[in-house]
């Protein structure tokens, strides 16, 4: 069974960044993308961008260009996503999930909470 | 960008009774391979998203057989045959085709 494990809930200033990882572990697949998705409080889904990590490949929504960087580092099955330039409007639960267009399995979320 | 239109954004059925959502894309999601990219999820209260539908009508591992999808380049409807209780949470579909990929607001299925 594919789990993905993300990092713990954060709290950050406006105009500082945030960095949240995602572990996978059970059934891998090698070139599978990992893709991450937010939720604002009581809004919809809205996916941010994505990353094949064993081609190091990764794409993003544009309206997250400049803005989001997405990582992965292939030996701990561990993939990053670093949001800069912290508003509050990306107060957030931030979630990642095995897929690209198609989100198979899914992290737990981690809660960004953006306030000063 | 793409966007996907539910409709209703809530629903109230009686345990048993049928249910459909419907969802409208903006653009065709039939790729020129032959596939239609548009999916279902659900999302049960305090839970992370889970996949119901891909490809317009394939239920994923272990979604009971009272879930069906069905339609057709930019028009897509959910149906439920007999809700049950476990079956309420927030339904989204969502279009894998053309980046960025995006999501509908979202269905609340209430009993």
Redesign the interface.
Known sequence: QVQLVQSGAEVKKPGSSVKVSCKASGVTCSKCAI?W?RQAPGR????M?GIIPVLEIA?Y???FQGRVTITADESTSTTYMELTSLRSEDTALY?C?RG?????Y????TLVTVSS | DIVMTQTPLSLSVTPGQPASISCKSSQSLLHSDGKTYLYWYLQKPGQSPQPVIYEVSSRFSGVPDRFSGSGSGTDFTLKISRVEAEDVGDYYCSQGLHLPYTFGQGTKLAI
């Not at chain 1, 919809?44 to 996916?47: C, D, I, P, T, V």
């Not at chain 1, 690209?100 to 198979?104: A, E, I, L």
């Open positions: 893709s998705v919809g889904l809205e996916w961008g794409n929504a544009q309206r979630y999930a690209w267009g198609f989100f198979d899914w992290g737990q979320g």
